[in-house]
């Protein structure tokens, strides 16, 4: 079977990713490996930081990989967070930090609309193709949690739903969600190349 480094260590997106291309590629983790170190995240578009991390890995062992970057766009705030949306309250901050930062940024706006943006850079033979999945909604005026969840979920709430991302089962949420997307486009991808290979 095929293989590719998945530039992560994050367990819970390897078990997403690997469910979703099971039969079709192994997906090797970057401690599996036996890459070690941190990987440059110092592009400034999603884009660019999926491609930096995929290089890196490429870089050191010449095997197809793949990295992905997400980043939630409010459209009040002109895109921010975006790419530092996991350092938007600083370094080393907490979800609760990020998430107090943005509602006290979005106090008194009428307009809530954002987006959470995945993009995947896979690099095979050393040259990339991008993925990219989007799911669009509102940012709550307060936290709604039934303790599902990570990161912004508690304050997301998408389009044609009325619950936050918090709220929802793993399996509806990774259904609709941009990682999801974006991994279903990859997964697409993957099986056609396999299909004209079979031909
Ligand atoms: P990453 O690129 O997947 O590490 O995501 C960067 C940051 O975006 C995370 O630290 C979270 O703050 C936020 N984020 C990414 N995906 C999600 C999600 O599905 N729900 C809520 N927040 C997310």
Redesign the pocket.
């Given at each position: 079977m095929r293989r590719l480094i998945f530039a992560t260590n994050n367990k819970h997106k390897v078990e997403e990713v690997r469910a979703a291309l099971d039969g079709l590629v192994e997906v090797v983790t970057l401690s599996e490996a036996g890459l070690q170190g941190e990987i440059p995240e110092t592009a400034d578009t999603l884009e660019g930081n999926a491609l930096q991390k995929a290089q890196w890995v490429w870089e050191r062992t010449h095997t197809d990989c793949f990295a992905?970057?997400?980043?939630?766009e409010v459209d009040a705030l002109d895109g921010a967070p975006g790419v530092y949306?996991?350092r938007y309250a600083g370094e080393h901050c907490s979800?609760d930090d990020?998430i107090d930062k943005l509602l006290y940024a979005l106090e008194g706006k009428e307009n809530r609309r954002a987006r959470?943006r995945t993009v995947i850079c896979l690099i095979e033979n050393g040259h990339p193709t991008y993925f990219e999945g989007r799911v669009e909604g509102q940012i709550l005026r307060e936290r709604q949690s039934n303790g599902e969840?990570?990161?912004?979920?508690p304050v997301?709430m998408p389009d044609r739903f009325a619950v936050s991302?918090a709220e929802m089962p793993l399996e509806v949420k990774n259904r609709i969600?941009?990682?999801g997307m974006a991994v279903a486009k990859l997964v697409e991808y993957v099986n056609g190349k396999r299909e004209n290979s079979d031909e």
């Open positions: 992905d970057d997400t980043g939630l949306s996991a979800f990020n959470f969840g990570f990161g912004y979920d997301f991302f969600s941009h990682r």
